[in-house]
Nanobody
Framework: QVQLVESGGDLVQAGGSLRLSCAAS????????TGWYRQTPGNQRALVAV???????DYADSVKGRFTISRDNAENTVYLQMNNLKPEDTAVYYCQVRTRNWSTYWGRGTQVTVSS
């Protein structure tokens, strides 16, 4: 079992920055991907950024150049640095882990609100 705890969500003004953290614990030795997703009312949960076992990253087009996903393996933590935030970035942000046996784990989410 893997447990994920997100933190760092807050209310910020447009143009500001936030750093989200996802701390993982439990059976975390065989992870395929760690990703950040976001969801707004009436929409599907959408991928924001992902980092795989080799450190390769990918981003949604809407956040390229503004967001950076990274990890600290020693601390079992993945981060999402969000710069130049826009109101359309407002969402609940979730951390996801996919293991080698394709089990999926989600955190409870952290609210990011960007005001105009």
């Amino acid at each position: 079992q893997v447990q994920l705890v997100e933190s760092g969500g807050d209310l910020v003004q447009a143009g500001g920055s936030l750093r989200l953290s996802c701390a993982a614990s439990g059976s975390i030795f065989s992870i395929r991907y760690t990703g950040w997703y976001r969801q707004t009312p009436g929409n599907q949960r959408a991928l924001v950024a992902v980092i795989d076992n080799s450190g390769t990253t990918d981003y949604a087009d809407s956040v390229k150049g503004r967001f950076t996903i990274s990890r600290d393996n020693a601390e079992n933590t993945v981060y999402l640095q969000m710069n130049n935030l826009k109101p359309e970035d407002t969402a609940v942000y979730y951390c996801q882990v996919r293991t080698r046996n394709w089990s999926t784990y989600w955190g409870r989410g952290t609210q990011v609100t960007v005001s105009s």
